[in-house]
């Protein structure tokens, strides 16, 4: 079943914005952590943003820390990451994750399907 839904993805020119927003149901509800990972064509996943879901700590990768800001909407259970400042860099499949708190990332037990964010150079 599908429990973190991603939405808010699309094509952009270098220096827009973009909001990501991740629905969670079941499950990825009663998680510790959630967050965003990417992944560019022919390269691994990296990790983007997590937040903790008790009190709120963020962590972010260097290459979006400044520019990406995650949070969470405790009234309807989604996160969101503010992209602004993109850069054709940030090109890639964005999936929402849910699972563990690790420090500097998070330990993804739950993925979504991802949506794509291409920025355009």
């Known amino acids: 079943q599908v429990q973190v839904e991603e939405s808010g993805g699309g094509t952009v020119q270098t220096g827009s914005s973009l909001r990501l927003s991740c629905l969670a149901s079941g499950r990825a509800i009663t998680s510790d952590a959630m967050g965003w990972f990417r992944q560019a064509p022919g390269k691994e996943r990296e990790f983007v943003a997590s937040i903790r879901i008790n009190n709120g700590l963020t962590d972010y990768a260097w290459s979006v820390k400044h520019r990406f800001t995650i949070s969470k909407d405790y009234n309807n259970n989604t996160i969101h990451l503010q992209m602004n400042g993109l850069k054709p860099e940030d090109t890639g499949v964005y999936f929402c994750?849910?699972?563990?708190?690790?420090?500097?990332?998070?330990?993804?037990?739950?993925w979504g399907q991802g949506t794509q964010v291409t920025v355009s150079s």
């Open positions: 994750v849910a699972g563990a708190p690790t420090p500097g990332s998070l330990l993804a037990d739950i």
